[in-house]
T-cell receptor, first 110, second 115 residues
Framework: SQQGEEDPQALSIQEGENATMNCSYK?????LQWYRQNSGRGLVHLIL?????REKHSGRLRVTLDTSKKSSSLLITASRAADTASYFC??????????FGSGTQLTVLP | DSGVTQTPKHLITATGQRVTLRCSPR?????VYWYQQSLDQGLQFLIQ???????AKGNILERFSAQQFPDLHSELNLSSLELGDSALYFC??????????????FGPGTRLLVL
């Protein structure tokens, strides 16, 4: 079963624009992580935000977490064609396993 | 390159057969995780081993089994294969035992096709 649900399922933007993806989850968490997956390849860890954090930055990435709404967002600023990929949120709670969402397919057009 | 290696890259087999997927974690990582990614189920956690011992179990079928060897590489055995087992199988590794609290490094995956 999938804990997180990303929104939108697909997003298409022009190079240079910002991309925002959202993730909603159902149960309480200790942290939330975002991963990127290029087509048919392995996942790459982007950022981890703990439940007591509200915002975190890493380069062109900005992640927010609202535990009261059980939601997170990933913002990619000044997007590039190389950012084209699927983006997944993954939640970590009391169980010893990451639960991944269904992913957002981002296409950045040159 | 994550440092996690998986072999083979592709595997084509028939229903009812048995296959073994292999994973070598990053140097220094003690945990290995196995995931299955399919179009209908998404990315599902199967099982975790930490330093040779099973640490967590997810949605792993009884027809599937795994182990981690003393050199820390891991194998995932899939038996009595069905068409629905066709998927991408990923291995990931991490330093510690609580994979939800740390970065997991994913391998390139093994694409399994059951005909």
């Amino acid at each position: 079963s999938q804990q997180g649900e990303e929104d939108p399922q697909a997003l298409s933007i022009q190079e240079g624009e910002n991309a925002t993806m959202n993730c909603s989850y159902k149960t309480s968490i200790n942290n939330l992580q975002w991963y990127r997956q290029n087509s048919g390849r392995g996942l790459v860890h982007l950022i981890l935000i703990r439940s007591n954090e509200r915002e975190k930055h890493s380069g062109r990435l900005r992640v927010t977490l609202d535990t009261s709404k059980k939601s997170s967002s990933l913002l990619i600023t000044a997007s590039r064609a190389a950012d084209t990929a699927s983006y997944f949120c993954a939640t970590g709670g009391s169980a010893r396993q990451l639960t991944f969402g269904s992913g957002t397919q981002l296409t950045v057009l040159p | 390159d994550s440092g996690v290696t998986q072999t083979p890259k592709h595997l084509i087999t028939a229903t009812g057969q048995r296959v073994t997927l292999r994973c070598s974690p990053r140097s220094g990582d003690l945990s290995v995780y196995w995931y299955q990614q399919s179009l209908d189920q998404g990315l599902q956690f199967l099982i975790q081993y930490y330093n040779g011992e099973e640490r967590a179990k997810g949605n792993i079928l009884e027809r599937f089994s795994a182990q981690q060897f003393p050199d820390l590489h891991s194998e995932l055995n899939l038996s009595s294969l069905e068409l629905g087992d066709s998927a991408l199988y990923f291995c990931a590794s991490s330093v510690g035992s609580w994979g939800t609290q740390e970065t997991q490094y994913f391998g390139p995956g093994t694409r399994l096709l059951v005909l």
